[in-house]
């Protein structure tokens, strides 16, 4: 039964303070919550000390170079996560009756596919749904920014744990080893020992990126990379290794003539289509990447959202250059 203290207390909390809370307890940092709030990094202290006091409650455990929320302060976030996303909501749901009301998405998306793929196909969303603007993020690191709501949703090949998000199947994606087909003429590449003397393209120095990338997911396969696609007596042929530490580079790299290189097949289409890349080794398969989109279980209520994710979610394989 709820005391009049309490009912007295909860009623002490501000809107403010409480909004100031939640934002620091998914970013964990009081210097990085002040940026993204706008406001000074004592501003954020002196809210978040205050909403402590009205309610006589510690909700931060501040020893120790990490933050971390007190069992209350885990109990208030999981009760502020319901409470702003219902506001947002609402406001979403009065916006209906405004004779015009844009509604916003923001978008995260892994750097090539979203440059390369993603821009290509979003026309038709944007002309089908004119009062929905998007905003896009490119980035290699994208689940923090889709825990801190900085983003609406994000489209990525990296399997994702965290609890309370929602994850919906896009497409599985090939990787191919591409090369100028000028590059292999004159370096007479026809077998996999012809690899020993030319440069390998690469991520990493260390040959990761053409090796293995596992996951522990249960029910998600694992993935094999180009190594472990080839037998086991040719597994040593890559030795000149260039380290290029990102994909356009690669790609750049193996039109150039550089070397021979390993990417995902989506991201070569046109090359691939006009001949300006080949793939040098088509009879060997590694294993295909698992996109997805990513999205918190409240957002995904969302109308806008929900609109987004079924439209991405309708396109072909073919439309991703998929087979």
């Known amino acids: 039964?709820?005391?009049?203290?309490?009912?007295?207390?909860?009623?002490?909390?501000?809107?403010?303070?409480?909004?100031?809370?939640?934002t620091l307890g998914k970013i964990r940092n009081f210097t990085k919550t002040a940026e993204h709030l706008c406001v000074t990094q004592s501003a954020v202290s002196h809210a978040v000390k205050k909403l402590e006091a009205s309610i006589e409650t510690p909700l931060i455990?501040?020893?120790?170079?990490?933050?971390?929320?007190?069992e209350a302060g885990k109990?208030?976030?999981?009760?502020?996560?319901?409470?702003?996303?219902?506001?947002?909501?609402?406001?979403?749901?009065?916006?209906?009756?405004?004779?015009?009301?844009?509604?916003?998405?923001?978008?995260?998306?892994?750097?090539?596919f979203g440059t390369t793929i993603l821009m290509n196909h979003i026309r038709d969303f944007l002309d089908t749904y004119p009062d929905i603007h998007l905003d896009f993020l490119f980035s290699h690191h994208l689940i923090e920014h889709l825990i801190q709501d900085q983003v609406d949703l994000i489209i990525d090949c990296k399997p994702h744990l965290h609890q309370n998000l929602k994850r919906i199947h896009l497409f599985r994606e090939q990787y191919i080893t591409i090369a100028s087909p000028e590059f292999i003429e004159i370096n007479r590449i026809t077998a996999l020992n012809d690899?020993?003397?030319?440069?390998?393209?690469?991520?990493?120095?260390?040959?990761?990126?053409?090796?293995?990338?596992?996951?522990?997911?249960?029910?998600?396969?694992w993935w094999r990379n180009f190594i472990t696609a080839i037998p086991a007596d040719k597994q040593d042929c890559l030795k000149n290794v260039m380290q290029i530490n990102h994909i356009r580079g690669l790609i750049n790299g193996a039109v150039a003539g550089i070397g021979i290189g390993f990417v995902p097949r989506y991201t070569v289409i046109t090359e691939l289509e006009t001949g300006t890349l080949v793939d040098p080794f088509?009879?060997?398969?590694?294993a295909a990447d698992e996109f997805h989109i990513y999205i918190k279980k409240e957002r995904l209520a969302f109308q806008k959202n929900q609109l987004?994710?079924?439209?991405?979610?309708?396109?072909?394989?073919?439309?991703?250059?998929?087979?």
Request: glycine share 2%; hydrophobic share 40%; with cysteine.
């Open 308 to 323: 987004l994710v079924d439209y991405l979610t309708r396109l072909k394989p073919s439309e991703f250059g998929v087979d």
């Open 61 to 70: 455990d501040r020893k120790g170079k990490h933050l971390t929320l007190t």
């Open 75 to 112: 109990t208030l976030f999981r009760s502020c996560e319901k409470i702003f996303y219902e506001i947002e909501k609402v406001e979403q749901d009065m916006a209906n009756f405004k004779d015009t009301v844009i509604s916003s998405i923001r978008i995260g998306s892994t750097v090539e």
């Open 195 to 221: 690899l020993e003397r030319v440069k390998i393209l690469s991520m990493d120095k260390d040959l990761e990126w053409w090796r293995n990338f596992i996951t522990a997911i249960p029910d998600l396969e």
């Open 282 to 286: 088509p009879h060997i398969k590694p």
């Open 1 to 22: 039964m709820f005391t009049m203290n309490y009912f007295h207390n909860w009623t002490a909390m501000d809107l403010y303070q409480l909004k100031t809370f939640f």
